[in-house]
T-cell receptor, first 118, second 111 residues
């Protein structure tokens, strides 16, 4: 597609429920990132994929959070047993960057999925 | 110490003046540096990238990098009301692929 697409744009759920957020990156981009942004803060890194594998998941806050990218394109961020503190905008970004390359690596962001946990 | 630090502002600059935004980072091995602009309720969009010491100019924007001082800045010349936004500094550290963002500086251009 022309840009990074994220669905849903808004999700309201109740505490304890399961949520899936979807990201469709720019066609041909091998690198995909998930970030979380709370009001007044910068984006906080969650996980990075290069192809199908999660190359860096050091930002996932706990084991309730999981992300997959089974075919190296679309990715799904999964949140189990949601808590009110999970409320934030979840941003997905993609890049044509190859790991280790110097002088490249611009991230292109989607419009985000706003998650509200009541 | 935060990995990437920015003054949260708000920074108010008269229309037509130069806006100066600053960022410091902690990882001396960092290789890549980016400035993103984020309008309220929107996603970040890339303004500038810089990879080596010195200045890089693109239109009204100039990015400056000083690796010895671990300092990155963004200058916006001839500031316009449409430049009013939050500006995010982002750094890719040495040895990893993730981009670490600062908290952003909120800039307001006063007509």
């Amino acid at each position: 597609g022309a840009g990074v697409s994220q669905t849903p744009s808004n999700k309201v759920t109740e505490k304890g429920k399961y949520v899936e957020l979807r990201c469709d990156p720019i066609s041909g981009h091998t690198a995909l990132y998930w970030y979380r942004q709370s009001l007044g803060q910068g984006p906080e890194f969650l996980i990075y994929f290069q192809g199908t594998g999660a190359a860096d998941d050091s930002g996932l806050p706990n084991d309730r959070f999981f992300a997959v990218r089974p075919e190296g394109s679309v990715s799904t961020l999964k949140i189990q047993r949601t808590e009110r503190g999970d409320s934030a905008v979840y941003l997905c970004a993609s890049s044509s960057r190859l790991a280790g390359a110097i002088g490249t690596g611009e991230l292109f962001f989607g419009e985000g999925s706003r998650l509200t946990v009541l | 110490q935060k990995e990437v630090e920015q003054n949260s502002g708000p920074l108010s600059v008269p229309e037509g003046a130069i806006a100066s935004l600053n960022c410091t980072y902690s990882d001396r091995g960092s290789q890549s540096f980016f400035w993103y602009r984020q309008y309220s309720g929107k996603s970040p969009e890339l303004i500038m990238s810089i990879y080596s010491n010195g200045d890089k100019e693109d239109g009204r924007f100039t990015a400056q990098l000083n690796k010895a001082s671990q300092y990155v800045s963004l200058l916006i010349r001839d500031s316009q009301p449409s430049d009013s936004a939050t500006y995010l500094c982002a750094v890719r550290g040495g040895g990893n692929e993730k981009l670490t963002f600062g908290t952003g500086t909120r800039l307001t251009i006063i007509p």
